[in-house]
């Protein structure tokens, strides 16, 4: 995709929410300093002009869990490109693009936002790859739910009634309590299902620290969820799991729901990565060993502080780094001030299922709300608050100033 040699272009790889908001805070600084499309273009990358609504994954008809994306990048001067991203060449400053058509196609840049978000970490476990469900990718999400209806086909048994969830942490906690509502509401309302949480760890939730764990164990028992502690999965196969301990658990349903990593097309970036394959990044987001490249959201370790807190790969933290990102790659080519990333304020909102949620502020996760008051600002959070802003060009480009986005 040539450009005007006079025209400056800001590549974005991905849909995703750092993505969005990249586009939406790049776009913002153009129309700040009535910069025209033809002398800056901002181009979006990816298979699909979709946001997938991935904080909600876990909930039921996850067809359903996604927003267009094309209006609003149209609304504000966007170029959406469709296509998978699959080659990086760094020193030409260029990507190469497999269209859906199948052919190629390079787009050259003058900075480059690196937003393509995180995979769920599947390790070599025997029959992992071939019977565990997952809410990681929408088409996961449609998979398990698939799943999940045509259990009503299978005659009543123990394995077909209980499900197995690999992972204590928020994904595996949201999915397991959001469980025995969906099983009931499909084997029927005296169905008795039976959920068990898997956890390699001594605790349950173990990244949340000991403050909400005990309304957390409170949730579970109350929602009959059990759990499994200090024990892995060795191996599944098609009637069940096999734990590190040595204890067989018959089960139609495992879901996977142990560990995030970034993207693979981190690792084109020629740069230092984290455990979990970040690139790590300066405090405005760009990768310093690679001129003209910013990487967001769950592709970069990012420093939300002074003291010590990285970005997690969270809605929340990728939101508001796309915003910083965007600006940052438009300023550069603009002339004008870079921001640099910080996000003081953080907030987890955990859904319980049928008990509620809790609700904790900063990074030691103080309790401020639990039950059905924290359900409601679950539900504002996941339906209202990190879908796109409508497509209407000034409430669009309002919505990405950096210093507000994620403010909480």
Same mark, same amino acid.
């Given at each position: 995709?040539?450009?005007?040699?006079?025209?400056?272009?800001?590549?974005?790889?991905?849909?995703?929410?750092?993505?969005?908001?990249?586009?939406?805070?790049?776009?913002?600084?153009?129309?700040? $300093?009535?910069?025209?499309?033809?002398?800056?273009?901002?181009?979006?990358?990816?298979?699909?002009?979709?946001? %997938?609504?991935?904080?909600?994954?876990?909930?039921?008809?996850?067809?359903?869990?996604?927003a267009p994306l094309l209006d609003v990048l149209k609304a504000i001067d966007v170029v959406y490109v469709q296509g998978r991203a699959e080659t990086i060449d760094t020193k030409?400053?260029?990507?190469?693009?497999?269209?859906?058509?199948?052919?190629?196609?390079?787009?050259?840049?003058?900075?480059?936002?690196?937003?393509?978000?995180?995979?769920?970490?599947?390790?070599?476990?025997?029959?992992?790859?071939?019977?565990?469900?997952?809410?990681?990718?929408?088409?996961?999400?449609?998979?398990?739910?698939?799943?999940?209806?045509?259990? =009503?086909?299978?005659?009543?048994?123990?394995?077909?009634?209980?499900?197995?969830?690999?992972?204590?942490?928020?994904? @595996?906690?949201?999915?397991?309590?959001?469980?025995?509502?969906?099983?009931?509401a499909i084997l029927g309302k005296n169905a008795k299902p039976r959920v068990v949480i898997v956890e390699r760890n001594d605790a349950i939730a173990p990244d949340m620290g000991?403050?909400?764990?005990?309304?957390?164990?409170? =949730?579970?028992?109350?929602?009959?969820?059990?759990?499994?502690?200090?024990?892995?999965?060795?191996?599944?196969?098609?009637? @069940?799991?096999?734990?590190?301990?040595?204890?067989?658990?018959?089960?139609?349903?495992?879901?996977?729901?142990?560990?995030?990593?970034?993207?693979?097309?981190?690792?084109?970036?020629?740069?230092?990565?984290?455990?979990?394959?970040?690139?790590?990044?300066?405090?405005?987001?760009?990768?310093?060993?690679?001129?003209?490249?910013?990487?967001?959201?769950?592709?970069?370790?990012?420093?939300?502080?002074?003291?010590?807190?990285?970005?997690?790969?969270?809605?929340?933290?990728?939101?508001? &780094?796309?915003?910083?990102?965007?600006?940052?790659?438009?300023?550069?080519?603009? @002339?004008?001030?870079? $921001?640099?990333?910080?996000?003081?304020?953080?907030?987890?909102?955990?859904?319980?299922?049928?008990?509620?949620?809790?609700?904790?502020? @900063?990074?030691?996760?103080?309790?401020? &709300?639990?039950?059905?008051?924290?359900?409601?600002? $679950?539900?504002?959070?996941?339906?209202?608050?990190?879908?796109?802003?409508?497509?209407?060009? =000034?409430?669009?480009?309002?919505?990405?100033?950096?210093?507000?986005?994620?403010? %909480?």
């Amino acid at each position: 995709m040539p450009k005007n040699p006079s025209t400056q272009r800001v590549v974005i790889v991905g849909a995703g929410f750092a993505a969005m908001y990249a586009a939406l805070s790049a776009a913002r600084l153009r129309d700040m $300093k009535g910069v025209s499309s033809k002398e800056l273009e901002i181009a979006l990358v990816a298979p699909e002009p979709t946001l %997938v609504i991935r904080p909600r994954l876990y909930e039921p008809k996850p067809e359903t869990l996604t927003a267009p994306l094309l209006d609003v990048l149209k609304a504000i001067d966007v170029v959406y490109v469709q296509g998978r991203a699959e080659t990086i060449d760094t020193k030409s400053r260029a990507v190469e693009i497999a269209t859906a058509k199948g052919a190629r196609e390079t787009l050259s840049y003058d900075r480059l936002v690196v937003a393509t978000g995180s995979r769920l970490f599947r390790p070599s476990i025997p029959g992992l790859a071939e019977y565990a469900f997952s809410v990681d990718q929408l088409d996961d999400a449609v998979a398990l739910d698939r799943h999940l209806h045509s259990l =009503a086909d299978r005659p009543a048994s123990a394995a077909r009634d209980t499900v197995v969830v690999a992972g204590g942490g928020f994904t @595996g906690i949201e999915v397991a309590t959001e469980m025995p509502a969906r099983l009931r509401a499909i084997l029927g309302k005296n169905a008795k299902p039976r959920v068990v949480i898997v956890e390699r760890n001594d605790a349950i939730a173990p990244d949340m620290g000991a403050g909400p764990r005990p309304v957390i164990a409170g =949730a579970l028992r109350e929602l009959n969820v059990e759990t499994r502690l200090g024990a892995g999965v060795a191996s599944l196969d098609d009637t @069940g799991v096999t734990l590190s301990d040595g204890v067989r658990i018959e089960s139609a349903t495992v879901i996977w729901a142990a560990g995030m990593r970034a993207a693979p097309l981190t690792a084109q970036i020629p740069a230092e990565r984290d455990n979990f394959g970040r690139l790590l990044v300066d405090r405005e987001l760009r990768v310093p060993s690679v001129p003209g490249v910013l990487a967001t959201g769950d592709a970069a370790k990012a420093a939300c502080d002074d003291v010590g807190n990285y970005a997690l790969m969270s809605c929340q933290h990728a939101t508001r &780094m796309g915003a910083f990102a965007g600006h940052n790659a438009a300023a550069e080519l603009l @002339g004008e001030p870079l $921001k640099p990333y910080h996000q003081k304020a953080y907030v987890t909102c955990l859904d319980l299922g049928a008990y509620g949620a809790l609700f904790t502020r @900063g990074w030691d996760r103080k309790v401020e &709300m639990v039950g059905d008051v924290a359900k409601k600002t $679950k539900r504002e959070i996941n339906t209202v608050w990190i879908y796109p802003p409508r497509a209407e060009r =000034a409430a669009a480009l309002a919505s990405a100033e950096p210093e507000r986005v994620t403010d %909480v």
